[in-house]
């Protein structure tokens, strides 16, 4: 399996798990879904707003409870910073035409 649909596979899987994660009742976000949704409002929101709204509402429901000392300490995990990385990376290859479809197609399969 090539490194871009290995990724690829990890930003669906993780779509799949956010409403799991979100539902739990956790004290702390999870660093890595956190990271993964972050990164993928980055990209999307520009591309596809609409992509971008659904994120929006799974990193609602993920940050729900925490306090901003949270958050932040969240941000500054090596797991967050590494999953939002992996994102940035994986969305700077992606060529301009197909940024609509990698935004609505990531957020379906969830």
């Keep these: 399996m090539r490194s871009d649909t290995l990724l690829r596979a990890c930003l669906v899987g993780a779509c ?11 004290p702390q976000p999870d660093a890595h879904a956190l990271g993964v949704a972050e990164g ?4 999307c929101g520009s591309v596809d707003p609409a ?7 799974v990193i609602k429901q993920l940050m729900q409870g925490a306090s901003e000392l949270q958050l932040a300490e969240v941000r500054k995990s090596d797991d967050y910073r590494k999953a ?22 990531s957020l379906a399969a969830k």
């Design 51 to 57: 992509s971008a709204e659904q994120v929006r509402q």
């Design 16 to 26: 799949l798990v956010l409403p799991a994660v979100a539902g739990a009742d956790a």
């Design 40 to 43: 993928m409002i980055n990209y």
């Design 84 to 105: 939002y990385d992996s994102v940035g990376a994986f969305t700077a290859k992606i060529d301009p035409r197909n940024a609509k479809h990698f935004c609505s197609e």
